[in-house]
Structures are given as structure tokens and as C-alpha cells.
């Protein structure tokens, strides 16, 4: 196969890599492609795999990353984290674990839309279920022996199978994109991403998920407001709600990653104590559901629909608006983790062919009538008669 081909998206049909035959792109990356691929012959699993494949097999940094990629997830090998399944060198490629469902932005989006319920304690069990990914990458050596972080953590990064299974996606592959609210101001002022970036980004999504809203929405100078990290508006309106999370959101979002937790079980230990005081119920399955019957588990780019202070959308950054030297478009993402072009202000898609206005599902009516088998009432009527048949026992020997 040419290198034409292998840089067509369309001409994927009967492109074989390994065991696997590519079926469709899901986006782009740096430098690669992602696939869904399926299992051409035989029974051995798996059968469908997402597939991470070089552009151009012969770029050397590409062809690194990508085996840095696997080299990653197979040093994790996590049910919160995709599985390794192999590496291609001849095609630098790798494939991984596939995963349908819906993105943790998906699900904002549609709280957002009026569309489904994201409560406090669904909103904790998540973030939970996230520091619990992070501590297991965290307590790991990659390739390089440092410890593993994941460094461009966001809500499209976290994905909510059908079985309510989280799964935390992007570990070892390049970053596409930033986005400034998922930005710690470390990373930001040019340092390197450490385990406590990866803990302040956990702190501003669990804030985007309980206000509604994303961090620096509204900000004069979002690169100015990056670089401080003062989140103190947007804290104070969930703390306002949920004072028991008080503790936890500004240790988390402290500006100096030294004033965050130390230790990745201190965090947890944190969130949750805070999810008993808080309580309630939590179903990730039916949550990931009601995403994915609304049709927000695919998506096409649009606007940002946070509102500002002032209830003003923030400007789309025009083509003289110079963009952050250190923010670069974010990467919304499908099923795997696909990396797709966008601007600063767009995270969520929703395919074409679906309608652009939904409308939440109706209340359910007025329960049935209930309804008895003819075994209960012929039980009801028997237990009457010998109740009157011992009243009147009684009644002859007193």
C-alpha cells in the first residue's frame, strides 16, 4: 500500500494491521489517526479494538510516541485505564481496548441542556471513581522510570461505559490540545505536568460538574487568569451549595501544587468522607443511558455553551486573536479517546443527522391499576371464611 493511501482516512476498508482490519477513523492526533478495528478471522479475543496509527510509519518521533503510548498502558494494566493489546512497529500502530458509551463531557452537555439530572452525589462517585485511576497511573514507573501521569486530563478524556464502568483515556499518547479551565498554573507557566496537575484538573472538573460551569468563564485575560490559577469565584459557588466540600476544592485547586494533597490517598480519604456526609444515590449505568438515548455520546463542534458572569457567552476567538503560546485547540474526543480539530471554546459535537433541539423525555403517568392473580383472591376469600367459621365456634361454647 502506498503512502497516499495510508494517509487517506477513506481508504481504510481493507488496510490489515495484525490480526486486525481497520473499519473506520475516529479522529486524528498529533501525527496519527485513531481506528475502530475488528478481528478479521478467528474466535480469540478481542473481537473490536481501537487502533492509535501513525500518518507517516517512517516519522520517528510519532513512531516513538506511539510506543510510548504502550508501553504506558501495559506498565498500568487497570480496569479504569484501555488495555494494551499490541504494538506494530512495521506500522507503528497500537491497539487498544475500544469502548462505546459516553464521555464525561457528553454528560455535562446534556445536564447542561436540561436533558438529564447530574447530581452532587453522582458528581462525587465520579470524581471518586477518577482519583482511584489516578492513584493506580500515579504509583506506577512508565517507560521513561518516572512515575506515569497523565498531564491533559479533561472531562472528554473520562469515559462512562453502558455498564457504568469509568474509563480514564490519553495515558502515554501526545497531547493534542489544553483547554485553559483543565490547565493547572503550573503547566501553564511552562513546568511539566506532575501528579499534583493531574489532582488540580480532577479539582476543576469536579467544579465544571457541580456549578455548571467551566473554570475562567468570563475571565478579562484567560491567559493572565491561567497562569495565577485563582479559582476563588467559582470555589466559593459550589462551596455556597455544598459546604462539605469546602476542604477538598481548595486543597485540590491550591495555586501552589505543594498546598495540594501530598499523597494520592489523602485525597481519596478526602472525597470520601465527603461523599458520606453528602449521601444520595448514584447509577452511572442509567446516567450513561440518558446520554447516549439523547444522542450526546456523538458529537459535531460547537460553540461553548457555559454562560459568563453576566450570562454573555465568551467571544469565539477570531482569526487576528492570537490564542495562548501555551494552549493549543482542545481535543474532543469519541470513543477512545479520538482527537479531533476544535477551537478554545468548543468541547462538545453532536452528530449532524440528529436533531439540534431535544427535548427531555416526559414524566412518566399515573401508576396502573394493581391487578391480582386469581390464586391470591381465592387465598383472600378462604382465609375470610375460616375467620368467620371460628368466630362462630366461639361464639357456641362461650
Not at 132 to 149: Q, T, Y
Request: with cysteine; charged share 20%; aromatic share 4%.
Amino acid at each position: 500500500m502506498d503512502f497516499n493511501t495510508r494517509m487517506n482516512p477513506a481508504v481504510t476498508q481493507a488496510r490489515k494491521i495484525g490480526p486486525f482490519t481497520l473499519a473506520e477513523c475516529l479522529g486524528e492526533g498529533a501525527g496519527t489517526r485513531l481506528y475502530r478495528a475488528v478481528r478479521s478471522h478467528g474466535v480469540r479475543p478481542p473481537h473490536e479494538v481501537c487502533m492509535r496509527v501513525a500518518n507517516n510509519p517512517l516519522d520517528s518521533g510519532v513512531s516513538k510516541a506511539i510506543r510510548n503510548e504502550y508501553e504506558t498502558l501495559r506498565a498500568m494494566d487497570n480496569p479504569r485505564v484501555p488495555r494494551a493489546y499490541g504494538h506494530y512497529p512495521d506500522e507503528s500502530a497500537i491497539a487498544m481496548s475500544y469502548y462505546t458509551g459516553a464521555s464525561l463531557s457528553d454528560v455535562i452537555q446534556a445536564r447542561n441542556d436540561g436533558l438529564i439530572q447530574l447530581n452532587i452525589s453522582s458528581a462525587l462517585d465520579i470524581a471518586i471513581e477518577v482519583a482511584h485511576g489516578l492513584r493506580h497511573a500515579h504509583s506506577m514507573n512508565g517507560p521513561a522510570g518516572m512515575k506515569i501521569v497523565h498531564g491533559h486530563l479533561g472531562p472528554q478524556r473520562i469515559r462512562i461505559t453502558p455498564h457504568g464502568e469509568l474509563v480514564l483515556v490519553g495515558f502515554g499518547c501526545i497531547p493534542r490540545g489544553r483547554h485553559p479551565a483543565y490547565t493547572p498554573p503550573e503547566v501553564a507557566s511552562g513546568m511539566t505536568a506532575t501528579p499534583n496537575s493531574d489532582q488540580w484538573t480532577l479539582g476543576s472538573i469536579m467544579v465544571e460538574m457541580i456549578a455548571g460551569e467551566r473554570l475562567y468563564t468570563g475571565a478579562a485575560n484567560v491567559d493572565d487568569a491561567v497562569r495565577e490559577g485563582d479559582v476563588t469565584y467559582w470555589v466559593q459557588r459550589v462551596v455556597e451549595q455544598h459546604p462539605e466540600l469546602a476542604e477538598s476544592l481548595m486543597t485540590m485547586l491550591a495555586p501552589d501544587p505543594d498546598q495540594r494533597f501530598a499523597q494520592n490517598h489523602q485525597l481519596l480519604k478526602s472525597l470520601l468522607a465527603t461523599g458520606r456526609k453528602i449521601g444520595g444515590t448514584v447509577n452511572r449505568r442509567s446516567l450513561a443511558s440518558s446520554v447516549m438515548a439523547q444522542g450526546h455520546h456523538l458529537t459535531t463542534v460547537r460553540p461553548e455553551r457555559n454562560a459568563t458572569r453576566s450570562g454573555t457567552p465568551p467571544p469565539l476567538p477570531s482569526s487576528t486573536t492570537e490564542v495562548p503560546s501555551f494552549l493549543d485547540a482542545p481535543a474532543p474526543e469519541r470513543s477512545m479517546g479520538a482527537e479531533v480539530n476544535g477551537s478554545p471554546w468548543s468541547v462538545e459535537t453532536v452528530p449532524e443527522t440528529q436533531p439540534t433541539s431535544l427535548t427531555p423525555p416526559e414524566p412518566p403517568g399515573p401508576p396502573a391499576a394493581v391487578r391480582y392473580l386469581p390464586s391470591e383472591i381465592a387465598g383472600t376469600l378462604l382465609g375470610s371464611l375460616m375467620l368467620a367459621l371460628g368466630a362462630v365456634y366461639v361464639l357456641m361454647v362461650v
